[in-house]
Each structure stands twice: as C-alpha cells, then as structure tokens.
C-alpha cells in the first residue's frame, strides 16, 4: 500500500524532482537525467514522485506558474501520467504517455548540439520498448490486438534517424540498433533488421571501433543469429565468436546466450564442445549431440534431437542441428574403414554398402541400399 503523503509534502516531493530535472539539463548532468526518466525502475527519488503525485492532482499548475519549469511541460506531464499509470498497473496507458514524453524529449535532443543526454536517450529507449511489450501483454490479456512494440519500433527508428548523421551523437546508434533487433526479434520480423544493418556496416559515418563494447558485442551477438538463420556459417562463426571474445566475463548469463547459437554453428564446422563448457553454462542440451558425433550414432542424434525438440526450435537451431546427419554419417563410415582396415588392410579402400547397412540397422535405423544414394 503506498503511503500516505500530505498535500504540502506532495508539493514539495514534486517541486524537488522538477528542480532536478531542470537543473540536469542546465548543467549538462546526463547520468543523473537518465535516472529520472526511467519509469519502470523502483529508484527512489520515482517512487517518492509517484506517491506525490496522487495526492497532488494538478502537476500542471505547477509548470503553468514557473517559467523554468514550463519549457519541459511537453516532455514531464506526460511522464508523470506514465508514472502513475505504470504504479497503479495500467500498462497500456503507460506506454501511451511515455510514448507523447519520449517524442517530446528527442525534439529537445536534436536541439542539443552536443551528446550530453546520450544516457539518458539510451534509458528512453530502454523504457519505451520495455513498457510496450508489457502493455502488449495486458491488451493480449483482454483480448485485443498487441501493438505497442511494433509503434516502439517505429519510434526507435526515429531515434535511430537522428543519430545517424554526424557530430559525437552518432556513437549512440549502435545501442539503438541493438534495441530494434530485440524489438524485431520479439515481433518475428527480423527481415526489418537488413535496413538497419546497411546503414550501420556501409554507411561512411560510422567507425564500428568507435561504438561502446557493451554495444558491439550485442550487435555481433544479434547479427550473428541472423546469419545462423541465413545457415551462412562462416559469418556466423565470426560474428558470435567475436561477441564471446569480447563480452565481460562476469556476465555469465550473456555468455550462455552466445554459446546457446555458437555451438551449433562450431558443430556444423566440425568443431566439438568439451563436456566441462556445457556443465558449466548449463548448456547440456548439446552433451548427447555431441557424443552422437564423434561416435557416428545416428540413432543418439535423433534421440537427442527428439528429447531437446521444443528448446531447440524455440531457439531457431533445431534446422542446423538436424542437418548434423551427415556429419554423422561420415563418421560412421569412418569407423568401419578403420575397422575393415585392421581386418584387411588391402581391401580398407573397397566398402561394402550393405556393410553400411547393417551398421544402421544396429543403430535401428531402417535403410536399404537405394536410400544410400
């Protein structure tokens, strides 16, 4: 239950964090600006405005009295409304006043010449897609259409069009690059991801080193999916292996993640995981894969495959996995020409089909010499 706030508390609760607000863009004070603007967060100085604001109905006096604080009107009533409105759950109402805030806050951003507010541009981002797929879930909830991340989208693209120009605010496009791909992954639209990708890899504007580590490996990391989807390995290799390369090691979830889509591009290549790296990410899922590979068992990849169905298709590798037959095909042949070479040397070379075959059969997988070819 929030407490109880007087009308004069409530005035001043207010007054303070408008005083704040104004004083961050005054003195350039980009790290204390993003804090005030990040709706979803419990940091107190947002919890203490929200329990002022409902008891003290009419903010808009407030700025209608100030001329210091007027000019932010367009940006801060809205915020405010999307402040209560997510304490008090209404998520779809959240969304649509955070939405008018963060329109009116990347005017005032263009108007600023320098890249000060950049942390805080990168939290309005942040927000806005946080807050949509929150709301998508309440409206999907009563039964109507979710549509508020694809209108995220639509304004982070607008972010991402301001940033994309010259001058030191450009070294921010690349987080708001990442923050679409999410977006359009979330969507099932990833096809959007290729306007995004030109513009940041051809365009003379941007020098990829430039970008904030944190930014590049989530970058490498997304676009590496993509080519895991595209099945072009090689890129994928490169891409996902430079986000593992690069990504802080105490961020063992974020590492998780990478190995989740680098380990199944690494087998497709023919390189194969140690045991002790899938026990310790928690990646056990591939373990059975793994020893269906080296053995040549094509029964235990199938089984594999089979058992670990559901998370491998929700991870969009199941595909690349089931194309691994092959690989344990080969291996198998293997097997028996090192077998039929200890028996006799001189006939290592001639393999017989139907040797083959009851290798399979062994296996229990049904296969006749027609289906060899």
């Excluded at 290549?269 to 002790?276: A, E, S, T, V, Y």
């Excluded at 670990?308 to 293997?334: N, T």
Aim: hydrophobic letters at 45%; aromatic letters at 12%; glycine letters at 4%.
């Amino acid at each position: 239950m929030a407490a109880y706030v007087s009308m004069g508390e409530a005035h001043r609760r207010i007054t303070e964090y408008l005083n704040r607000f104004s004083d961050a863009v005054s003195y350039q004070d980009g790290k204390t600006l993003s804090r005030l603007v990040s709706v979803s967060s419990d940091a107190a100085v947002l919890v203490s405005l929200a329990e002022a604001l409902n008891t003290f109905q009419d903010a808009n006096r407030l700025f209608r009295q100030s001329e210091k604080y007027s000019q932010y009107a367009d940006i801060l009533l809205p915020m405010f409304r999307a402040l209560q409105s997510y304490r008090l759950r209404n998520l779809v109402e959240s969304y649509l006043a955070f939405e008018k805030a963060s329109n009116a806050f990347l005017q005032e951003f263009r108007n600023w010449e320098s890249a000060w507010a950049l942390e805080a541009l990168y939290v309005i981002a942040y927000e806005i897609r946080i807050l949509a797929e929150k709301a998508d879930i309440e409206l999907a909830s009563i039964g109507k259409t979710p549509e508020k991340l694809k209108g995220a989208g639509s304004f982070l693209m607008k972010v991402f069009g301001v940033l994309a120009g010259k001058g030191p605010k450009r070294v921010g496009a690349l987080y708001v690059t990442c923050q679409l791909f999410k977006v359009y992954f979330k969507l099932g639209t990833v096809h959007l991801c290729r306007s995004v990708i030109r513009s940041i890899e051809t365009a003379r504007i941007f020098d990829f080193e430039e970008f904030p580590v944190r930014d590049k490996v989530t970058y490498m990391y997304y676009t590496g999916r993509l080519e895991v989807y595209n099945e072009n390995f090689p890129a994928a290799d490169h891409k996902l292996s430079y986000a593992l390369t690069h990504c802080n090691a105490q961020k063992e979830a974020n590492i998780r993640m990478i190995l989740k889509y680098l380990i199944p591009v690494k087998l497709s290549i023919g390189i194969l995981p140690r045991q002790l790296l899938l026990d310790k990410f928690d990646l056990n899922e591939y373990s059975d894969v793994v020893l269906a590979l080296k053995r040549g068992d094509l029964r235990l990849l199938r089984h594999a495959l089979q058992e670990h169905e559901d998370r491998f298709l929700r991870a969009g590798v199941y595909l690349v996995l089931e194309k691994l037959e092959l690989q344990v095909y080969q291996r198998l042949v293997k097997k028996i020409y090192i077998m039929q070479k200890q028996k006799d040397p001189n006939k290592a070379h001639q393999i017989k089909l139907d040797v083959i075959v009851k290798a399979l059969k062994w296996l229990e997988i049904d296969m006749d010499l027609d289906e060899l070819f």
